[in-house]
């Protein structure tokens, strides 16, 4: 893949021109405002056509936008930070819906599940990009993202990863394209299999990218399917650590001090926590749902505003050849798992 130009004003060795701590401020309160409003009227507009939902509404609203002449207003500069944000809170924000109890309902099968589907996303996918010649950095983010958590895990990895930022957003897009038409092919694809609504559930949670996206695409198979979808996907996120540490190996900035554990990480872990001790009211619970949903949608729709087609296009098809292996190969080893161990 061809370098960066050295005059990328984007490169930190280029000096930026001092802001005004006033208009800095109101730079990165507009695009959590648009994003926002987006966020609460398509969760809002959602209640009026359930089957899409407010996450795939909200998905489909950014790429509207990323596409037409919007995207270029100065309301949505700085939207990526805002979407890695809203999508790190909302997945802090899942873990009060999960007691330990409830994770550790999913039972020996589950993390066998989980763990090596994981493991061989993570590892096949590598092997398929170097066979691939694909730049590392660039493999490393989009395995990463594919066997764990899609865009958070990829901003997680950017943090120690020598990556491009034109490479982070395709892998961005990437995860977002074929994450988004597993929501729509799982689901028929259950049913054409014949599998109950537990055995998709687990398939889903086991190997469609995003949290938002495994939601999205559980609420199609059933009501019911939505907290083991859920939960077994948190299992994968769980991974990231281990996940994040060897990512980083060979490929990691020597100019950058990074934590061990994402932050989000380990917010969603005391998340967890805390909805085990059972001190979080229902009311609680109830608002912090609804804040994830809209976490979440607004996250979505700004991973939509990521894929501009005049920015990605031509997209590299070796790198369109590598999201494709990666999203089979995590499809079809946890749909081996499931049909093998869930009988």
């Not at 809170?89 to 039972?107: E, N, S």
């Not at 958070?152 to 990863?161: E, F, G, K, L």
């Not at 060979?250 to 001090?257: F, H, P, Q």
């Amino acid at each position: 893949m061809p370098t960066s130009p050295t005059t990328d004003p984007t490169d930190p060795a280029v000096p930026a021109v001092p802001a005004v701590p006033a208009v800095r401020s109101l730079g990165r309160a507009a695009p959590t405002l648009v994003t926002a409003v987006a966020a609460v009227t398509v969760t809002a507009v959602s209640r009026f056509v359930p089957l899409l939902g407010p996450l795939l509404l909200a998905l489909l609203l950014g790429a509207v936008v990323a596409n037409t002449s919007w995207s270029g207003s100065r309301l949505l500069e700085g939207h990526a930070s805002v979407t890695r944000l809203l999508l790190r809170l909302g997945i802090v924000l899942v873990g009060l819906r999960l007691p330990v109890g409830d994770i550790a309902a999913i039972g020996l099968r589950g993390v066998a599940v989980v763990v090596v589907t994981v493991c061989v996303t993570f590892a096949g996918t590598r092997l398929v990009g170097r066979r691939l010649r694909l730049d590392p950095g660039f493999v490393t983010v989009l395995a990463t993202g594919f066997s764990i958590c899609g865009a958070a895990a990829i901003a997680a990895v950017t943090d120690t990863v020598r990556v491009r930022q034109r490479d982070v957003a395709l892998a961005v897009a990437m995860v977002t394209l074929f994450g988004s038409g597993m929501i729509v092919a799982l689901p028929w694809l259950a049913h054409t299999f014949g599998l109950s609504q537990e055995q998709a559930a687990i398939w889903a949670g086991a190997s469609i990218h995003e949290v938002a996206q495994v939601v999205a695409a559980a609420s199609l198979v059933g009501t019911g399917a939505v907290a083991v979808a859920t939960t077994v996907k948190l299992g994968r996120v769980a991974l990231l650590a281990p996940t994040y540490a060897l990512a980083a190996r060979g490929t990691r900035d020597a100019g950058r001090s990074v934590p061990l554990v994402p932050w989000f990480l380990a917010g969603f872990v005391a998340a967890v926590v805390l909805r085990s001790t059972g001190l979080v009211p229902a009311g609680g619970r109830a608002a912090a749902d609804l804040a994830t949903n809209v976490l979440l949608a607004a996250g979505m729709f700004g991973l939509g505003l990521g894929f501009r087609l005049r920015d990605l296009w031509p997209v590299p098809p070796r790198a369109l050849a590598l999201a494709l292996a990666s999203t089979v190969i995590a499809a079809t080893v946890s749909l081996s798992l499931v049909l093998g161990l869930y009988n």
